[in-house]
T-cell receptor, first 119, second 112 residues
Framework: EAGVTQFPSHSVIEKGQTVTLRCDPI?????LYWYRRVMGKEIKFLLH????????ESGMPNNRFLAERTGGTYSTLKVQPAELEDSGVYFC?????????????????FGAGSRLTVL | RKEVEQDPGPFNVPEGATVAFNCTYS??????FFWYRQDCRKEPKLLMS???SGNEDGRFTAQLNRASQYISLLIRDSKLSDSATYLC?????????????FGPGTSLSVIP
């Protein structure tokens, strides 16, 4: 089974430019998450898709960040315009839908991450 | 107060030692608990889920105390390959059930 795939693995851009990160979740995983780790800080939640719908985007830092998941398959995260503080590693994760209201949260499988460096 | 807190570390232990990590969480509605491991410049990978009755997987034992909102991870007979950052992960619960929150991580270095 293919895992969660992220592209690019590393992107170096200048402040003010645009970058689009892509995530291909495990096939059949309805839940797709974006997380971010900036230098020296813990991994922080950005948003959660269930299929193509945004379930929770409370972690998105500001309106320079736009996530989409058209068709409920792969997802993109666009940063426009990028700022220095956006540098970090962006992780995508996916999980299967829960079996029911009483079942535990499903285990997330993470992609290798996209490292973003804004100069 | 952070939603998930962990021992600050780092822990530097000799091979063969036993080491324990602690984690506390603030949301009493949380229902699912995990330990993830993250190697340098790699993605987090699930080490083990944590069940109410406690669970063991080889040299690793996880415990959960819901009353105290506390989770622990015990590693016995440490190996060099156990060197990594250990992340305590908790689901938020309530209306954000499927959202998981990461602790800051505890770094472990196992020394020959």
């Amino acid at each position: 089974e293919a895992g969660v795939t992220q592209f690019p693995s590393h992107s170096v851009i200048e402040k003010g430019q645009t970058v689009t990160l892509r995530c291909d979740p495990i096939s059949g995983h309805d839940n797709l998450y974006w997380y971010r780790r900036v230098m020296g800080k813990e991994i922080k939640f950005l948003l959660h898709f269930v299929k193509e719908s945004k379930q929770d985007e409370s972690g998105m830092p500001n309106n320079r960040f736009l996530a989409e998941r058209t068709g409920g398959t792969y997802s993109t995260l666009k940063v426009q315009p990028a700022e220095l503080e956006d540098s970090g590693v962006y992780f995508c994760a996916s999980s299967q839908p829960r079996l029911g209201a009483d079942s535990g949260a499903n285990v997330l499988t993470f992609g290798a991450g996209s490292r973003l460096t804004v100069l | 107060r952070k939603e998930v807190e962990q021992d600050p570390g780092p822990f530097n232990v000799p091979e063969g030692a036993t080491v324990a990590f602690n984690c506390t969480y603030s949301n009493s509605a949380s229902q699912s608990f995990f330990w993830y491991r993250q190697d340098c410049r790699k993605e987090p990978k699930l080490l083990m889920s944590v069940y109410s009755s406690g669970n063991e997987d080889g040299r690793f034992t996880a415990q959960l105390n819901r009353a105290s909102q506390y989770i622990s991870l015990l590693i016995r007979d440490s190996k060099l390959s156990d060197s990594a950052t250990y992340l305590c992960v908790v689901n938020k619960g309530g209306t954000s059930y499927d959202k998981v929150i990461f602790g800051p991580g505890t770094s472990l270095s196992v020394i020959p």
